[in-house]
């Protein structure tokens, strides 16, 4: 069965620390890969997304992720965090719109 | 983008009782989703509902149990059936986006957060 896996549940970083999130899929076909972000208190919002072509995907808020299709991954990254970039963090699949279980991340001011 | 609300926003119900959730988009949208993030848990989709079909339902829930309507392209209700404490979750509904965002890009309402007693 098709399912994402992010492997970091609570990440706890400090302002201007580096955040690389991971997330693997099982699905060997053609995939649309999502990254969502819920803050506290608000809804899940895109932060970015991949369908086709450059495999380093740039979102919002200086937020990019990768595809690498030999490793079945779709990393997420920000060079320097913010304490505003406390949220939880959800990869996802299209196909059957499959998400991950979350990474719940803590950047300290 | 689409503005999506939910009713209620929050509910505390008794075991064996059911609740039905609302679900308002601000524009026509051809699919509906329904979602269940249990406590600590990811998004689990339950159902696609499609305006004038039945809605398709995911491995592990029956429509006996999670009834749904869809009477338009703006709303869909999903109705949680004879109750059990392990039911409580948050109830999430969202929709796919479409035009130069591209089609699959979903939108998600606020949520219903339920607790059964």
């Known amino acids: 069965a098709q399912s994402v896996s992010q492997h970091n549940h609570h990440v706890i970083l400090s302002e201007a620390a580096s955040l690389e999130l991971g997330c693997n899929y099982s699905?060997?076909?053609?995939?649309?890969l999502f990254w969502y972000v819920q803050y506290p208190g608000q809804h899940l919002q895109l932060l970015l997304k991949y369908f086709s072509g450059d495999p380093l995907v740039k979102g919002i808020k200086g937020f990019e992720a990768e595809f690498i299709k030999s490793k079945f991954s779709f990393n997420l990254r920000k060079p320097s965090v913010q304490w505003s970039d406390t949220a939880e963090y959800f990869c996802a699949v299209l196909y059957k719109y499959i998400f991950g279980t979350g990474t719940r991340l803590k950047v300290l001011a | 983008s689409a503005v999506i609300s939910q009713k209620p926003s929050r509910d505390i119900c008794q075991r064996g009782t059911s609740l039905t959730i609302q679900c308002q988009v601000d524009s026509q949208v051809t699919m509906m989703f329904w979602y269940r993030q249990q406590p600590g848990q990811s998004l689990t989709l339950i159902a696609t509902?499609?305006?004038?079909?039945?809605?398709?339902?995911e491995s592990g829930f029956v429509i006996d149990k999670f009834p749904i309507s869809r009477p338009n392209l703006t709303f869909s209700t999903l109705t949680v059936s004879n109750m059990s404490p392990e039911d409580s979750s948050i109830y999430l509904c969202?929709?796919?986006?479409?035009?130069?965002?591209?089609?699959?890009?979903?939108?998600f309402g606020p949520g219903t957060r339920l607790t059964v007693t």
């Open positions: 969202s929709v796919e986006g479409g035009g130069k965002r591209g089609p699959y890009e979903q939108y």
């Open positions: 699905y060997g076909g053609t995939v649309n």
């Open positions: 509902a499609n305006q004038g079909s039945e809605a398709t339902y």
